[in-house]
């Protein structure tokens, strides 16, 4: 739980089997703060079920350790290789049970919805989206493109998740 009052962990997450990119911030209104990220990769060379047990101890682990309140995944893009386009598909299902069996609400964004969240576009490039996660989160070293993706998926939620709260209570934009 969130040392802050009235601030929650968010846990945004890239899923892919070569790479899944994690990203937690913690959201207090509208202030965010970085708390960590990383990448849980998986051996090409491994059997398929392996690459996904992996993935899953991994994130059972993250899940553990940082015991976020909320999640938030990424959708993927659909691939024009099929064998490729199923098997993120199901390390995308690990990714969303994962979280959801800790009993932690899982969100769903399009990678147009994260874009719009962070830069202020749907169609902006890698290195912006990075350049603007650096920006949001100072501190934080981010080593990977992975890690910075998820945790641009994490700042989309804060802010959606904001929104929706202030509709909850009744606000009303003049």
């Not at 830069?119 to 902006?124: L, Q, R, S």
């Not at 290195?127 to 100072?138: F, G, N, S």
């Not at 981010?142 to 802010?159: E, F, K, Q, W």
Request: proline share 5%; glycine share 10%; charged share 20%.
């Amino acid at each position: 739980m969130s040392a802050v009052i009235g601030a929650v962990r968010l846990l945004g997450l890239d899923p892919g089997l070569q790479h899944t990119g994690w990203g937690m911030v913690e959201s207090a209104g509208s202030r965010l703060r970085h708390l960590g990220d990383g990448v849980i990769s998986t051996a090409a060379d491994q059997p398929l079920a392996e690459r996904l047990s992996t993935l899953h101890r991994a994130l059972v682990a993250l899940l553990t350790d940082w015991q976020p309140d909320e999640a938030a995944v990424e959708h993927t893009y659909v691939n024009k290789n099929p064998g490729a386009a199923l098997k993120l598909g199901q390390a995308r299902g690990v990714v969303l049970l994962a979280p959801a069996l800790h009993g932690i609400p899982v969100a769903e964004y399009q990678a147009m919805e994260v874009k719009r969240a962070v830069v202020g576009t749907g169609h902006a490039e890698k290195a912006q989206v990075e350049a603007m996660v650096r920006r949001l989160l100072p501190g934080a070293t981010i080593r990977r493109a992975d890690a910075a993706d998820a945790l641009a998926v994490a700042i989309c939620h804060a802010h959606h998740r904001g929104t929706k709260l202030a509709f909850a209570r009744g606000y009303v934009p003049a």
